[in-house]
């Protein structure tokens, strides 16, 4: 009792930020569930059993509550999960960030087949104020050999190899991307050359590679700096990266395209090349939230729940039964019952995530990617319609993530399935099928330094 009361004397704010840093989500959410009842309670002593109805109906109309209830509904699942070609990346809020897969040794300079544990601690040198302050990562995106790094003050932090092949550094040899320094940066998002960087007020740079216009600057120059896109005349509010295109989502769910459309995959009704954003009219009467795209195919996910796919699939990535090319979204129709939530997309195949937490997959299953039964299969190596993943049944899904042959699932409880290809051991396991990760043993590999670009 004296350990209860000993953290219920501590500002409501303080608690809320204690329990986010040192529980995960489940038991985040079941300490609150006890804590906003309890609080005022505890912080009135006076309160008897008699009264305790009345107490904490007050409680419930009190600033306190009110600052824990808006806590809990802006609380999300910290677990985060990423996929590159055939490298991933997990987040635990009590572990840190692990990597397995292709690009380990690259990324780390340690040789090792299952999960390592990166144990990534920076120390901020962007200001005076700010020197020596401990930061963490909030998100790390990474294909052929390069990643970029979001730390928690907004910097954005480069390594590997850059898209020109220079400077070859390992993850933790980080190279501060010094133009964005003056800038807060809230999201990133990678191309397979190319990169654009969302800022706090709405803006968007973009650098690497622009041999097919990704970049969206207007022309097809490289860039090896961040270069500000200035055709976006309005307040963006996310951004995503395809292969060699890109897409900017405004505050009203406006979707702005540039890149190649050379199979339709912007969702243009043009076929080319697109060098400037241009605003996907058959989407602007539908708020969107959500893009993923890959190779030669798009999913767009609607605040309503509807997923539209555009582009070009033999395979079945697009999830139109038999239309297997579109230059404009359309909407997926076996999904239409179904509250879609999460999207995802790899080279050849696509998956969706419903409101209950189950998964759908579709499209090639070349590398048993989509982690279905033969049954659903029916004798066939692709899936033209969404089927649920039933190996996964009983689990309640909150993300995935897609590699060019491989998927990886999250459950709310923080766990990761993986099933599909397994070249270079992208699955963290040695079965084809949807199978968990055991991230228990994992070894660490440790940071040796920090550099400015």
Known sequence: MQSTGTITSLPVDIICYLALQYLDYNSALNFFAVLIPEYFIIQHPLTTKGNRTETITTFMHSPSCKTLTETCKKLKPPFKIVAGNNTNFYFSPREGWFIWGEEVEQLTGVKGDGPQKLNLS???????LWEGI??????????????????????????GKDFFFRNTQTI??????????????????LGWNHIL?????????????????????????????????????????????????SFCLSAEGKVYAFGTNQSGQLGLKKIGETSSPKLITNLQHIKITSIVSKNTHTLFLSEAGEVFSTGSSYNGALGLGKIHHTKTPLRIEALSNKMIKKIAAGSFHSLCIDEKGTVYSFGSNTKKQLGLQAH???????????????????????AVAAGECHTVCLTQKGEVYSFGGNSDHQLGHSELGPNKINFSFSPSVSQSGLKNL
């Not at 920076?122 to 005076?128: R, Y």
């Not at 190279?175 to 320094?181: D, E, F, I, R």
């Not at 896109?229 to 395809?242: C, Q, R, V």
Request: charged share 20%; no cysteine; glycine share 6%.
């Open 122 to 128: 920076l120390k901020s040198k962007t200001s005076q």
């Open 134 to 159: 401990k930061l963490t990562i909030n998100e790390i995106v990474s294909r052929n050999s390069t990643a970029f790094l979001l730390a928690n003050d907004g910097k954005v932090y480069q390594s």
């Open 172 to 189: 933790f040899n980080l190279n501060l991307v010094q133009k964005l320094v003056d800038e807060k940066i809230i999201k990133l998002a």
């Open 197 to 245: 960087a969302l800022t706090s007020n709405g803006e968007v740079y973009s650098w690497g590679y622009n041999n097919f216009s990704q970049l969206g600057l207007g022309h097809r120059a490289p860039q090896s700096t961040p270069q500000l896109i200035t055709a976006l005349n309005e307040k963006i509010t996310d951004i995503f990266a395809g292969d060699y295109l």
């Open 376 to 398: 659903q299969l029916q004798g066939q190596d692709s899936l033209f319609v969404p089927q649920p993943v039933s190996d996964l049944e009983g689990e309640i899904i909150t």
